[in-house]
C-alpha cells in the first residue's frame, strides 16, 4: 500500500480541522470510507507515505477512498497539545497505479 501511495506522486493537502488561530471554516469532506485496519502511526521525524509531512510530533494516518474514485488519507497530527487533522488526496495518474490502490482500499474496507 505504501508502494502505492507513493508512486502517485506529490499529494495535495486540505485541512479538515479548525485552526484555532484562524477564523476559518474547515470544508465538509464527504463520501469518504476510511479503511481502519491499513492506518498507521508514525513517530516525530518519520514521514511515513503521505509525502513529506510537514509538521513535527506523532501522526496517524488512515487511508480512504471515496465515493467518486479519488484515493486519499486522513492524517492526524499531534505535536505539544495541538491536534491537526488534513485529507491528503493523490493524483490518479499513473492510472494502472491508481486503480490498483483503489481497488485494496475499497477491498479492505470493513463494513457492518
Known amino acids: ?54 509538521r513535527r510530533g506523532g501522526h496517524l494516518s488512515l487511508p480512504c477512498y471515496d465515493e467518486n474514485g479519488d484515493v486519499g488519507v486522513l492524517e492526524t497530527t499531534f505535536h505539544k497539545g495541538e491536534t491537526m487533522v488534513e485529507y491528503v488526496t493523490y493524483p490518479r495518474e499513473p492510472a494502472q497505479v491508481h486503480a490498483a490502490l483503489y481497488k485494496l482500499l475499497e477491498q479492505s474496507e470493513v463494513r457492518h
Not at 16 to 25: G, K
Not at 33 to 50: K, M, S, W
Open 1 to 54: 500500500m505504501r508502494a502505492l501511495f507513493l508512486a502517485l506522486g506529490e499529494p495535495d493537502r486540505t485541512p479538515v480541522s479548525d485552526l484555532p488561530d484562524h477564523l476559518w471554516q474547515p470544508p465538509v469532506v464527504y463520501g469518504v470510507h476510511p479503511v481502519f485496519d491499513l492506518a498507521e502511526t508514525f513517530g516525530p521525524g518519520d514521514a511515513g507515505y503521505t509525502g513529506g509531512h510537514p
